[in-house]
T-cell receptor
């Protein structure tokens, strides 16, 4: 079965600092999309950022950016200038096989 | 614009009871999905649909059934509820395999 792996169950970052969350995936497809979703305590699933596999340029959305390494099947999320509101569970997803990673719980320290 | 609407938000069932979780979307998305999320875990795909009349099993389909008679609705049926089905259930929709829009979830407890 194709999988999505998040190797960091928990991460912590100081407010205003930068943190990187890791994700690796396995797929036999050549064209696919990758996503990071945020799940705050409210339980809502919120799209953070997306990356099309055919694009070499890494996606960026304000303070959020990705490091997409297609050959290594790696898709990490970098959060710059961390804010208290960034505290949440973060899930990586490969929408080609509709799988999610187990998640990383991010804590932001004031 | 309501997006994806799930009902009910909470439900307690007794072992062996049946129920249907409702999901509706108003974005004319062709893809719809059902996931379950156990405490502290990620989302596991139960069933998905790529269009009205077409459904397929996901990772954990046992104990569940779905139907997709319209583009808008994708109900999930639990027959003979078991304690192992205690979970939070999320419905989602997307245009093709784009990013998914999620409902607010249904917390289901089976006692």
């Amino acid at each position: 079965a194709q999988t999505v792996t998040q190797s960091q169950p928990e991460m912590s970052v100081q407010e205003a600092e930068t943190v990187t969350l890791s994700c690796t995936y396995d797929t036999s497809e050549s064209d696919y999309y990758l996503f990071w979703y945020k799940q705050p305590p409210s339980r809502q699933m919120i799209l953070v950022i997306r990356q099309e596999a055919y694009k070499q340029q890494n996606a960026t959305e304000n303070r959020f950016s990705v490091n997409f390494q297609k050959a290594a099947k790696s898709f990490s999320l970098k959060i710059s200038d961390s804010q208290l509101g960034d505290a949440a569970m973060y899930f990586c997803s490969n929408n080609n096989d509709m799988r999610f990673g187990a998640g990383t719980r991010l804590t932001v320290k004031p | 614009n309501a997006g994806v609407t799930q009902t009910p938000k909470f439900r307690i069932l007794k072992i062996g009871q049946s129920m249907t979780l409702q999901c509706a979307q108003d974005m004319n998305h062709n893809y719809m999905y059902w996931y379950r999320q156990d405490p502290g875990m990620g989302l596991k795909l139960i069933y998905y649909s790529v269009g009205a009349g077409i459904t397929d099993k996901g990772e954990v389909p046992n104990g569940y059934n779905v139907s997709r008679s319209t583009t808008e609705d994708f109900p999930l049926r639990l027959e003979l509820a078991a304690p192992s089905q205690t979970s939070v259930y999320f419905c989602a929709s997307s245009y093709s395999r784009g990013f998914q829009h999620f409902g607010d979830g249904t917390r289901l407890s089976i006692l």
